[in-house]
């Protein structure tokens, strides 16, 4: 039925609900599981010790799912890009793919009604985006 479950995290309990829902999604359908940490570098140039401490800051995160995917049964390959997020998760993903993000990242309340990431794959992915409900501050299974 899809390609591969595409699980993009920032790291927030929030976005964990998910990969989590994703996760499950790729255990059903026996179809391999991808996470992505996007490290978003914008405008600014980084020094070496900020590359370092972002990419094991995103190590770090992608470990967490690749463990609980082996918990499950799933396959679950990482992979860290930089650049803009939804612009990098949006190429990487193939028309037979599915995308499970949550509604809300570490942006919070800033983007009130749905983070700005989720809303703007929803507008530019060509592949299947299942948006998981997920509130800041609410308590994560």
Request: charged residues 35%; contains cysteine; negative net charge.
């Amino acid at each position: 039925m899809y390609g591969k479950v595409i699980l993009p995290t920032d790291g927030s309990e929030t976005s964990m609900k998910g990969v989590k829902e994703g996760l499950r999604m790729a255990k059903f359908l026996d179809t391999p599981a991808v996470v992505i940490h996007v490290i978003e570098i914008g405008d600014i140039s980084l020094t070496e010790e900020m590359e370092k401490n972002l990419q094991s800051y995103a190590r770090k995160i992608l470990e967490e799912v690749e463990e609980l995917g082996k918990d499950m049964g799933v396959d679950v390959e990482s992979k860290i890009m930089k650049g803009t997020p939804y612009k990098e998760i949006s190429e990487y993903a193939e028309e037979e793919d599915v995308i499970y993000i949550s509604s809300h990242g570490k942006s919070g309340f800033r983007d009130l009604f749905m983070g700005s990431t989720t809303d703007r794959l929803l507008k530019h992915a060509e592949c299947t985006v299942s948006v998981v409900k997920g509130k800041p501050g609410e308590k994560q299974e």
